[in-house]
């Protein structure tokens, strides 16, 4: 390792090959927590390379808890995070709506680290059970559209870093890898990431599977489609800019879409918007997003996604979806 972190601090780089190896040997307990924490602070301080980063996410595929979900269709709307905005769960309110508009949901997620509140931080406080047992995710796909894959139960390895993570309390290089390692290995993905570098990482990556992928990142920052800027969109046969107008609604300011300062207030809000009293600047940004989603796996505009988007949500299918997984999840 200290052969690897001079290196890496001398502006070097690493091959695919070591870069898994070492990220298996953290996983291993092998370095101590003063090494790992300054192997991770060194990718804060330089940008990662394309090998370096399919080398941590083959070590995370290769030591992860796979489960067998091949014979759904189905997306996950995941963003890295560490883009700093705390705003509400957006991503994680696409999801249901997505889910609500009859699109099958295998929605990865994870505590959160560089923000307030995570998805699961959210989803748990609400009653939503983590499971790894694929009879119990099939169930919550075949009756509520979505199942929820809470990443410490997939991702043992893990449990190495989690706290260093957490003592850190800024983004590393894990938040860039959380929508790559997916244990279900989902057809369709939407991924949010917090840069323009990150976006054409992913891009590049992405286009060696065989992922119907769309990936975003808005101009003046956000993991997601936040309608307060022109969102940056990357898929599998395009390139393009999308604006709030093409989804047919006004652009946002920045504050109508901030989040909670705490689990509590994030649930509430959360809670709120899916019952559909949400402000329409909510509503929208939710909206905008699952329709993205929508329109990734059906092979439509966005529009049309969004208008199926505001459909599932002022219905009260999107919030069926939600209680179908709770009332699963006591029994």
Known sequence: MKKILNRLINHESISTEEAKKVLIAISRGEYNPSLVASFLTVYMMRSI????????????????VPVNLKGYNTIDLCGTG???????????????????????VTKHGNYGVSSTCGSSNVMEY??????????????CLDKANICVLH???FHPAMKEVAPIRKDLGVKTFFNMLGPMVNPASPKNQMVGVFSLELLRLYAYLY???????????ALDGYDEISLTSPTKVVQNTQERMLQAYDFGVEPLKQNEIHGGNSIASSAKIFMHILKGQGTDAQNNVV????????????NTDPKTGFEKAIESLKSGKALKSFKTLIDLSKN
Request: a negative charge; one cysteine or more; glycine letters at 10%.
């Open 151 to 153: 990443a410490p139960l």
């Open 126 to 139: 609400l009653g939503v059970k983590f499971s790894n047992k694929t009879g119990f995710l099939k169930q």
């Open 207 to 217: 286009q060696t599977t065989d992922t119907n992928f769309t990936i975003v990142h």
């Open 49 to 64: 390379t394309i090998e370096e980063l399919k080398g941590f996410r083959d070590a995370l595929l290769e030591l992860c």
């Open 287 to 298: 909206c905008a997003n699952a329709g993205l989603a929508i329109a990734t796996v059906e």
């Open 82 to 104: 560490g883009d700093g905005k705390d705003t509400f769960n957006i991503s994680t309110l696409a999801s249901f709506v997505t889910a609500g508009a009859g699109i099958q």
